[in-house]
């Protein structure tokens, strides 16, 4: 798969890439000149090219540089690719409205540098016995020398959920645009103990030094969330292992799981097959509506999982993101050797106005994520592309914000703003004590939210906000000594987001993992008129949220910088840049040499 892969696969030799090549060309050639019937699998579903979108006046939550397709609902992301020169995002659609459907399929578009955006013709429709009811999440995996083959889950005609099997109609095709559907799906259905409905999203595969490709499911059995584990010779026949690679009792269903290796080491992504002494492995799943993981070893001679921390149901639970994030993927970008993450972000907006506005839900700007210095936790930041979205730029150094400070970031487009702000804190012994045992960051924020005074605290950002800050939504942190150093919580409060009533205004929060003594207290958010992701501690905390103001929309927006706090705090520097926005297309206008 690439120059790190240790076995002889990479080269394309033995016995099991005779299988994977039979299998490909019976799939694509054989079968059909056999006669067995085959669909255009877009045929029958509707496409985007006859879809319109309302002006950006009368759609003022429409975001400008976050993906979304131009109408109708949006969920959980599908595993996404690097294949030929070309980037992939594949997602759940529902064609036919604004709200989750009874019918859902692969939308499918692409992308040379992951900002803008050509949609393509739906790769996956209902079609058969084993996905009529819907096609629902799964992920792409790229077999060595032969292409993409996805797995999914196809909600069949007994309402049950099996893992089917697709690959490219023509494998000349760089994008690729049609799929063609294994004639013997359903690949794997729920064994004895899982219910029909417990039973779904197929991870990317990963290939063991055994020579066997290996996937998980997730699951609920025995009061136990879990990843079953699957394993196969030819990618064809999969067989289930006597054993979860990991389960555990304390969390509900697994939704869309994720498995893959984190360098020790460095920054680098890894292809998710690698193995060795310089790398850890990520196990993530979806559940309670949030996205937790573990960090831990995995040993496939025993095909286990050992995390170094179990799930404890508890706020000290890892998250990729504390607030609005959900049915996650990553992959390895081999092109830029970086693993890359993208999250469903769903609306807080009510189920009417999501009808009127004709569209629901988004997926997170990508990020960057690797393994932190002290192997504890992920660290995340938005893809290094962003900086083509970069309009005009303002910013300053050293300034002193004293008690009560409030002032404007002026010269920019509030609306759509990437802005990055590093404070320094003069005299730390004098922060209030807290002792976090058993403290949930989001209940301390809802309860100290911007507006309570601290000693060091609240201070930060004021976003999309009007001119007299009767709306905003504020995300910033609190100083605290703890036990042992310093308890630095940031917040992203909604409360006073929107005039609007029937908008979820819930308050988020997390605990940021830095030493004030030797690291300054820095904070990026990407603000693009609904949606904001806050990045704290340079990546270590992350915090999404959803808002709708009623008032500071468009040119009414205003981006402000605020301490409530009564010690003084200063502000290393500020930088903040107008985002263009971002080109989202239809397949037509789609110019560009794919490379192979």
Known sequence: MNHKMPWNLAQGTGPIMEILAAFFVGLCCVLLSNGIEVEALHNGCQNFQSHTVMLQEKQPYRTSFHFQPPENWLNGMNRPMWYKGVYHLFYQYNPYGALFGDIMIWAHSVSHDLINWIH????????????????????????????????????????RQVQ??????????????EWTKFPQNPIMTPPDGVEGNNFRDPTTAWLSPDGKWSVIIGSW???????????????????????PLYSTERTGMWEC???????????????????????????????????????GTYAP??????????????????????????????????????????GWVNESDSIEDDTDKGWSGLQSFPRHIWLDRSG????????????????????????????????????????????????ELPELQEAEFLNPTGVDPQLLCTDANASVKGKFGPFGLLALATKDLTEHTAIFFRIFKGLKGYVILMCSDQSRST?????????????????????????????????????????????TSRVYPKLAVHEEAHLVIFNNGTLSVTISSLNAWSMNKAQIKHKENFIGKASH
């Open 376 to 423: 504890k936790q992920l660290v995340q930041w938005p893809i290094e592309e962003i900086n083509k979205l970069h309009g005009k730029k303002v910013g300053f150094l050293h300034k002193k914000l004293d008690s009560g400070s409030v002032f404007e970031v002026q010269g920019i487009t509030a609306s759509q703003v990437d802005v990055e702000v590093v404070f």
């Open 120 to 159: 393509l013709n739906h790769a996956l429709c209902p079609t058969e016995p084993y996905d009529i009811n819907s096609c629902w999440s799964g992920s792409a995996t790229i077999l060595p020398g032969k292409g993409p083959v996805i797995l999914y889950t196809g909600i069949d005609s007994n309402h």
């Open 301 to 342: 001679g025993m095909q286990k999982y050992i995390p170094d921390n179990d799930f404890t149901s508890t706020s000290k639970d890892l998250r990729y993101d504390y607030g609005k994030f959900y049915a996650s993927k990553t992959f390895f970008d081999i092109d830029k050797n970086r693993r890359i993450l993208w």
């Open 499 to 543: 005039l609007r009533d029937e908008v979820d205004k819930t308050t988020y929060g997390a605990f940021v993992d830095i030493d004030p003594r030797r690291e300054k207290i820095s904070l990026r958010s990407l603000i693009d008129h609904s949606i904001i992701e806050s990045f704290g501690g340079e990546g270590k905390a992350c915090i």
């Open 164 to 177: 089917n099997m697709a690959v490219p109609k023509n494998l000349s095709d760089p994008l690729p645009e």
């Open 221 to 243: 059995s025995n009061n136990q969330g879990m990843a079953i584990l699957y394993r196969s010779e030819d990618f064809v026949n999969w067989t289930k292992y006597q054993d």
């Open 257 to 295: 799981p994720d498995f893959y290796p984190v360098s020790v080491n460095s920054t680098n992504g890894a292809d998710t097959s690698v193995l060795g002494a310089g790398f850890k492995h990520v196990m993530k799943a979806s559940f309670n509506s949030h996205d937790y993981y573990l960090i």
